[in-house]
Nanobody, 123 residues
């Protein structure tokens, strides 16, 4: 099965930046859209961003548009989420996710999830 591993989380001050990575440790992400989700304490999980298998299509939740940028390097089977101008509201555990069979970007359930990486933004 596909295994996803997130990295890059940590503590950052408001206005700062972090870059998250989502890498496939087994098999490839080449033919799959990859989504980033986050869950903050006391809140439901929400979709943050998604990138199509080729990288040609990208989507973002309104609250991060203009601040976050998703990209991918299929040769490395890695998807990135560059987070700039971070706000305390961005504090959450961030997960990347993929489908067993590529279904494009969507905000619903996925078949594979990483373990999550904690992002904390201090004010």
């Amino acid at each position: 099965q596909l295994q996803l591993v997130e990295s890059g989380g940590g503590l950052v001050q408001a206005g700062g930046s972090l870059r998250l990575s989502c890498a496939a440790s087994v098999f490839t992400l080449r033919y799959r859209a990859i989504g980033w989700f986050r869950q903050a304490p006391g809140k439901e999980r929400e979709g943050v961003s998604c990138i199509s298998s080729s990288g040609g299509s990208k989507s973002y939740v309104d609250t991060v548009k203009g601040r976050f940028t998703i990209s991918r390097d299929n040769a490395k089977s890695t998807v990135y989420l560059q987070m700039n101008s971070m706000k305390p509201e961005d504090t959450a555990v961030y997960y990347c996710a993929a489908d067993r069979i590529n279904r494009g970007c969507h905000g619903g359930e996925h078949d594979y999830w990483g373990q999550g990486t904690q992002v904390t933004v201090s004010s």
